[in-house]
């Protein structure tokens, strides 16, 4: 099921272009990587789900319903939305600000706690938001955006202040959420965190979408090398160098060979290590990484 669908959107500002033609539906219980330059269009397709703009042109869809009409306006309750940038009024309480938002979204107030336990601020929910710290004040962003339950979550660089392991406990939280059927789309610019925590990469680039696949596929069907390492047991012998003749390969040193190939070659290498008497101790995989495939396609303008 479709949750969030864009049919031939265009969003123009004055005579400025900021989405052009755009395309594409996100299935429920996705957790979405919308990444791209500055300027790319990333905040205006957020405020278009947001509801606080409109399309141009082309008609987009939150739920089944067009979030334009004005008869759909319960559909933003269903929402939650992180902003890239958090404030909060700092002569209120942790607990305050719960209760305050709560009232704006007409949701039940008795789990708020809950919600700051969740996050982690159990323990100073009482105390006022200036002594808060940066990381401290994201996460009550985050309860803030857990509000109602939320068949969608609208994350804006949603790890921004948060220590490593806040990090850790905050994608946590994602899955759970995901293994609940909330849909959740992440705008961020640290590819390299969210690579493996993502279903699908939605790369946007001056107003297209330029991809709206998985990781996966994108990696197998993009021609870009990856390297195999064979640590192995015994020193390479010469009659294993003379075998190795049709690979491209090199010896970092006497007990490790790397393979230089496409994905698809992949299995083929690994087969052929053992078929010709390689003892091998360990296997190391350099995929490619998310910001590689994202430079890729941004610089070869390719749409897939």
């Known amino acids: 099921m479709s949750v969030l669908e864009f049919n031939n959107v265009t969003k123009f500002y004055d005579k400025k272009m900021a989405l052009n033609n755009i395309s594409l539906n996100v299935d429920i219980g996705n957790i979405i990587a919308l990444v791209g330059h500055n300027g790319a269009g990333k905040t205006t397709l957020i405020k278009l789900l947001l509801g606080l703009i409109y399309p141009t042109k082309g ?4 739920l089944g319903l067009n979030i334009a009409n004005p008869s759909n306006k319960n559909i933003k309750k269903k929402i ?59 996460r009550l962003g985050l309860a803030q955006a857990l509000l109602g339950t939320p068949r969608i979550l609208l994350l804006d660089e949603p790890t921004n202040g948060l220590d490593p392991i806040l990090r850790l ?32 990469i939605i790369i946007i680039n001056k107003g297209k979408i330029i991809t709206n696949r998985s990781l996966s596929y994108l990696r197998q069907n993009t021609n870009i090398p990856i390297y195999l ?63 590689t495939l994202y430079k890729y396609y941004i610089d070869e303008r390719k749409v897939i």
């Open 169 to 200: 406990q905050f994608y946590d939280i994602l899955s759970d959420l995901r293994e609940r059927g909330v849909t959740i789309l992440i705008s961020s610019h640290a590819l390299s965190e969210i690579e493996n925590k993502v279903d699908k």
């Open 229 to 291: 390492r064979f640590k192995i047991k015994k020193q390479v012998s010469n009659s294993i160098v003379t075998k190795l003749a049709n690979y491209q390969y090199k010896l970092i040193n006497k007990r490790t060979i790397e393979f230089k190939c496409f994905p698809k070659e992949k299995i083929n290498i690994i087969k052929t290590a053992f078929k010709i008497g390689l003892e091998v101790d360990d296997l190391e995989i350099e995929s490619t990484s998310m910001s």
């Open 59 to 62: 008609h987009l869809k939150v």
């Open 80 to 138: 939650g939305f992180l902003p890239e940038t958090v404030t909060f009024k700092n002569n209120m309480s942790g607990i305050e600000v719960l209760n305050f938002f709560s009232r704006l979204k007409n949701t039940d107030q008795f789990n708020n706690m809950k919600l700051l336990e969740k996050v982690g601020l159990a323990e100073v929910s009482k105390q006022n938001i200036k002594t808060y710290s940066k990381g401290m004040i994201q």
